[in-house]
Nanobody, 125 residues
Framework: QVQLAESGGGLVQPGESLRLSCAASGLTFGNYNMGWFRQVPGKERNFVAAVSWVSGRTSYTESVKGRFTISRDNAKKVVYLQMNSLIPEDTAVYYC??????????????????WGQGTQVTVSS
């Protein structure tokens, strides 16, 4: 059974940092592109970042470039999202997701096979 478990969310002030983690089990982690998405109540789930299974190449949505960094540790089966210089607009539930073996990084939720339960990130003064 595939499980993706996010952790590391919380309440921070603007300008502060958080690091999200997503631990995977039940799948061959090294064969999956891994992505982070976020969602606010009443709105669609939006792409944040992704990292390739084959090249380590990364992709980011424009609003987080230069502030967020996605990385993966295949030995530990964990994907991370380092979030710096957080702003209130980053407030959302953050989900990690796994996409099997594509050669290109996908930015749409329907492209991903597995999802975690999400972790809340709140940026507020």
């Amino acid at each position: 059974q595939v499980q993706l478990a996010e952790s590391g969310g919380g309440l921070v002030q603007p300008g502060e940092s958080l690091r999200l983690s997503c631990a995977a089990s039940g799948l061959t982690f090294g064969n999956y592109n891994m992505g982070w998405f976020r969602q606010v109540p009443g709105k669609e789930r939006n792409f944040v970042a992704a990292v390739s299974w084959v090249s380590g190449r990364t992709s980011y949505t424009e609003s987080v470039k230069g502030r967020f960094t996605i990385s993966r540790d295949n030995a530990k089966k964990v994907v991370y999202l380092q979030m710096n210089s957080l702003i209130p607009e980053d407030t959302a539930v953050y989900y990690c997701a796994a996409d099997f073996s594509r050669l290109t990084l996908q930015t749409t939720p329907e492209s991903y096979n597995y999802w975690g339960q999400g972790t809340q990130v709140t940026v507020s003064s």
